[in-house]
Nanobody, 126 residues
């Protein structure tokens, strides 16, 4: 189970941090977003070890991190723009799935990430 928090509204150029608490261990966790009327777009994934992989276009402004003691993965978003407005979802591999290396990728879809958070809306105004 994944429970998200954070998000909300911000003006262009601002920053937000999203959090996602996992109920248990997961080899691989990540963030994707879904803009209205668009397909889901991958942002980044991170292994429990802290090894992160980004979609290239997201790397400059988004940072994924994990606090294993809190079983929480974060997404720090900076210099937000109106086209970042979307519902943001965290995703994770079930505990029994050993998803590491190239399998822990932020491409969509990633069939190994089978747990999903409830989604949180981020709205960026100009």
């Amino acid at each position: 189970q994944l429970v998200q928090s954070g998000g909300g509204s911000v003006q262009a150029g601002g920053s937000l941090r999203l959090s996602c608490i996992a109920s248990g261990y997961s080899y691989c966790l990540g963030w994707v977003r879904e803009e209205s009327g668009q397909e889901r777009e991958g942002i980044a994934t991170i292994e429990w070890t802290g090894s992160a992989t980004y979609v290239e276009s997201m790397k400059a402004r988004f940072t994924i991190s994990i606090d294993t003691s809190k079983k929480t993965v974060y997404l720090e978003m900076n210099h937000l723009q109106p086209n970042d407005t979307a519902i943001y979802y965290c995703a994770a591999a079930s505990p029994h799935r050993v998803v590491t290396g190239s399998f822990c990728h932020p491409g969509v879809p990633n069939e190994y990430l089978d747990l999903w958070g409830q989604g949180t809306l981020v709205t960026v105004s100009s």
